[in-house]
Every structure is written in structure tokens, then in C-alpha cells.
């Protein structure tokens, strides 16, 4: 069976910065691409960041020029750094990896079960 475990939320103080860490586990031939989703009381779960197994990013246009998303491939881990961090990036995030498991060839999203991150003062 394939795990992702995300660690590094907490509270965090606005203007300060968290960084996020997702490891996958398990029988695991490849990860594809992997990303951070967030979802908010109340909002629905939107993406914040995405990551190719190639080092392609993507981010959501309110995190731009904030957030900084990574890979270590060789650790099977996916990092997301921020940086001026605001009350409204209060919310649960969710770690996603498309993986192809062993011994098989086709690719099945994972989900973590999340990590909150709660900025306030």
C-alpha cells in the first residue's frame, strides 16, 4: 500500500513563513507529479501548487511569487515553502502524488490526510 504523510503546519504568525514536507511511502515503481491543495472552512479544495516529476511548477495566481514548491525525488518528497504568509492562507493542506504502483503500469492519484496551517496573531 502507497502513503503520503505531510508534516511542518502549525501556527504561524502573518508576515512569517511554514514549510510543508509530503512523503511517499510503499511499493512504489514511480510518482508522477505531485502538489499541495488547500481547502478553507466553508470553500472548496483548490490548488495551490503542482510539480512534475521534471521540476515543471505550477501555482494558483494568489500564492504567486509567495509559495515555493520542490522535489527530492531520491527521498520521494515534495516540500512547500511560504512566505508571507496571510490570514487567508488558513486552511487544511492536502498532499497529492499521481504514482504508479509496483509491479503494475498505470498511474492512481494519493491523497495525504492533510496538515493544518492556521496564520494568525
Known amino acids: 500500500q502507497v502513503q503520503l504523510v505531510e508534516s511542518g503546519g502549525g501556527l504561524v504568525q502573518p508576515g512569517g513563513s511554514l514549510r510543508l514536507s509530503c512523503a511517499a511511502s510503499g511499493s512504489i515503481r514511480r510518482i508522477n507529479d505531485m502538489g499541495w491543495y488547500r481547502q478553507a472552512p466553508g470553500k472548496e479544495r483548490e490548488l495551490v501548487a503542482d510539480i512534475t516529476s521534471g521540476g515543471t511548477t505550477n501555482y494558483a495566481d494568489s500564492v504567486k511569487g509567495r509559495f515555493t514548491i520542490s522535489r527530492d525525488n531520491a527521498k520521494n518528497t515534495v516540500y512547500l515553502q511560504m512566505t508571507g504568509l496571510k490570514p487567508e492562507d488558513t486552511a487544511v493542506y492536502y498532499c497529492?502524488?499521481?504514482?504508479?504502483?509496483?509491479?503494475?503500469?498505470?498511474?492512481?492519484?494519493?491523497w495525504g490526510k492533510g496538515t493544518l496551517l492556521t496564520v494568525s496573531s
Open positions: 497529492k502524488a499521481n504514482i504508479v504502483r509496483e509491479p503494475y503500469l498505470y498511474n492512481v492519484p494519493y
